[in-house]
Each structure stands twice: as C-alpha cells, then as structure tokens.
C-alpha cells in the first residue's frame, strides 16, 4: 500500500513538474522562445553546480553563469530559440 502511495505521489509530481516545463515556451512574434528559468536549467543540467546569474542579451540569446562544486564559474550562452548551449 504504501508502494503505491509513493508511485501516485512520484507520478503528481512528475507531471506537475513537465506541465511547469511546458508552460516556460512562450510565443514572440511566430517564434517561440524559451524563459530564462528553463535556459538556466539546460546549462545546468549539463555542466552541474549552482546558477549565479542569468542575463538576456538580446532575444535570441541567455548568458548563463554558474559556480561550479570546485569553485570554477562558467559562462554559456543559450539560444533562446533552440535552446541549444553554443559554442563560446
């Protein structure tokens, strides 16, 4: 009983957590553009650590800094369109 209690729950959240996701796309124009939240999440997913700052440098482009656990920081750029980190 308990097992399937913690399955309902995992389940909520999961599809609370992919609905929040969904609703970061939002339309500029015909072109849909992703937020800064989910831009920092991509970079952070990928590299790790903890998201110093983001910054919208134009509408097409996020920088992203963040302080690694061995006390690096890097700077990636995130196409706001694709959300592809590019390549510095």
């Given amino acids: 009983m308990l097992f399937r209690v913690a399955l309902l729950m995992l389940s909520v959240f999961l599809f609370a ?4 996701d969904a609703n970061a796309v939002y339309n500029q124009g015909n072109q849909k553009i992703i937020s800064a939240k989910q831009a920092a999440k991509i970079v952070q997913k990928k590299y790790g650590g903890k998201v110093l700052k ?3 440098q134009s509408n ?29």
């Fill in 60 to 88: 097409n482009v996020y920088k992203i800094k963040i302080v690694k656990a061995n006390g690096q920081v890097i700077s990636k750029k995130v196409n706001a369109r694709t959300g592809k980190i590019q390549q510095n």
């Fill in 54 to 56: 983001v910054n919208k």
């Fill in 17 to 20: 957590l992919h609905a929040n």
